[in-house]
């Protein structure tokens, strides 16, 4: 399969299985970049909850996806799920041991998908590596999308919450900071932030590595 069909075949999925506990260990690694990233913004004096530290956050994430994206094509990208699996286990254990906060279904998301992941390089299964591997750089896209589009829109009401249920293990409202900003509502910015920020990384998804 080429690797533009194999990348729409993982949105989709991702689509519609985001807002579930089987993409948990995928909502793990998105919010320690992001929580990283605003700690960062925070430490060069961003205020909290502003248009400046949200917008730096999210090219920020845009750019390690497309990063990510371009190391696909190369050798490098055979240890992409093995990296991104060693951050998504110590914010893991650093959440529950520091903080407190973990759950029971967390943990088992965790370990199925380490399994999984361990399997994979265990057994070298390169082209289901290279599905793994697209997971991976594809879940920062979503969760952009997510927070600049779909969280604004399930906070419409209770109808929209049910049918929009991708927003349902995410919490950040990226697009809340530019809510009335230029009298342009919150969704409209979402959407206009979420193509702009999505789309390089959705044009490298070409020409890469067949499987």
Known sequence: ????????????????????????PLHIFTE???????????????????????????????VIS??????????????????????IVTAFVTRAVVFKSYSVKQAIAVAVTLAVIGVLYICKLQRVMLWATDVFIMSIGMYIITGFVFIPIAGIN??????????????????????????IPAIAWGVFFAVLLVLPTAYYAFSRRKG
């Open 1 to 24: 399969m080429r690797s533009e069909e194999r990348a729409g075949v993982i949105a989709a999925i991702l689509l519609f299985t985001w807002g579930t506990l089987v993409t948990e």
């Open 158 to 183: 209770k109808i929209t919450g049910r049918i929009f249920y991708i927003a349902r293990y995410q919490h950040a409202d990226l697009s809340a900071p530019f809510d009335g900003f230029i009298h």
């Open 66 to 87: 497309l990063l990510l994206m371009l190391i696909s094509k190369t050798e490098i990208g055979d240890y992409i799920p093995c990296a991104v699996m060693f951050i």
């Open 32 to 62: 320690f970049i992001f929580d990283v990233l605003m700690t960062v913004g925070h430490k060069l004096g961003m205020a909290s909850g502003g248009r400046m530290i949200m917008i730096t956050a999210t090219v920020a994430m845009a």
